[in-house]
């Protein structure tokens, strides 16, 4: 049988709460201080890619744990109004859903989350029915969810063994302490690593030496890396060669998820079979494009609407 689904994401799915801009530093003593806007929207790592991804027109499963309490629906049915399957999305009656509280200040942004059901989320939430469905397994938040972290390397070894592909988004690690020990068994089962440049350094232990050399020495680990360098565009490696795109300039509001809805486009361009350098091209396009509106899921473009910016700059759609 072919696969149900294009793309599995497993991971986070939290509400964000998103404020700012910060224009003086935060006030504690109970001082109240007032910023220009506040909004609540659909959060998480692998919550906003399995989102982009649905939007950009693929079959899309989500597998996760979130609380059986209001935020926990909220987000069950945001990622079902975006078309995303949601049967694996576990609702946990202890503990709450995570939550994010981001702020942000120009370019930059704080952020707090409360991890709720992130310490209890393991492989056990993660049905196998869906990974043996699917073309595609991305995970994400690798070190805000310890217990799946851990058991990622069975995961995604189901997952090949049924024929798929699998990418991993380590996003940051608020401990500090970028523990390579326990990510290099799912390097080792990693077919896409997907890091931002500060990410890429950490990961590389490369502070202070260019990102394209981050990326070299991951791509000894892992067949294809692809970096996400805000402004700069992003660059991928895949051992030998190094492809780079300066990405299309939009006026942007938000960059929240923007390097969510990158991962979006870069998956869904390699599961249809553009080129290399095509796919790096189409994710940044996703991830600039996202920038346009709050939230990290609101400004994400369709599948037609990035191949015309594709067109714009350059590129022939397929």
């Not at 994010?100 to 059901?117: N, S």
């Not at 190094?242 to 486009?265: E, K, P, W, Y």
Request: with cysteine.
């Amino acid at each position: 049988m072919p696969p149900s689904f294009d793309l599995l994401v497993i991971g986070d799915a939290n509400p964000d709460v998103i404020i700012g801009p910060l224009d003086a530093p935060l006030a504690f003593d109970q001082r109240e201080q007032l910023i220009d806007s506040g909004a609540l929207t659909l959060g998480g790592s692998a919550a906003i890619t399995a989102c982009g991804a649905a939007r950009l027109g693929l079959r899309v499963a989500f597998a996760g744990r979130v609380g059986d309490d209001g935020a926990g629906h909220y987000m069950r049915d945001r990622l079902a109004a975006h078309g995303v399957d949601v049967s694996g999305l576990r609702m946990d009656q202890g503990l709450p859903t995570p939550l994010t509280v981001i702020v942000t200040r120009g370019d930059d942004r704080a952020i707090l989350t409360a991890p709720g059901t992130l310490a209890a989320t393991s492989g056990h939430d993660i049905p196998e029915r869906l990974l043996t469905s699917a073309r595609h397994v991305h995970s994400a938040s690798f070190f805000l969810i310890p217990r799946l972290a851990a058991d990622l390397p069975g995961l995604f070894d189901t997952a090949r063994a049924a024929g798929a592909t699998t990418s991993l988004d380590t996003n940051d690690d608020p401990s500090g302490r970028w523990d390579r020990a326990a990510l290099a068994p799912v390097l080792a089962r990693t077919d896409v690593l997907l890091p931002n440049a500060a990410e890429a350094h950490r990961l590389a232990g490369t502070d202070g030496t260019s990102v394209a050399a981050a990326a070299g020495l991951l791509a000894r680990q892992v067949p294809l890396v692809a970096v996400k360098n805000g402004a700069d565009g992003a660059l991928c490696h895949d051992g030998r060669t190094v492809l780079t795109t300066a990405g299309i300039r939009v006026t942007a509001q938000d960059a929240v998820g923007a390097g969510d809805s990158f991962n979006a486009g870069f998956l869904a361009g390699r599961l249809a079979g553009r080129s290399l350098a095509d796919t790096l091209d189409l994710a940044a396009v996703c991830g600039a494009l996202s920038t346009r509106a709050a939230g990290g899921t609101s400004a994400q473009p369709s599948w037609e609407e990035a191949l015309t910016h594709l067109t714009t700059n350059g590129d022939s759609p397929s």
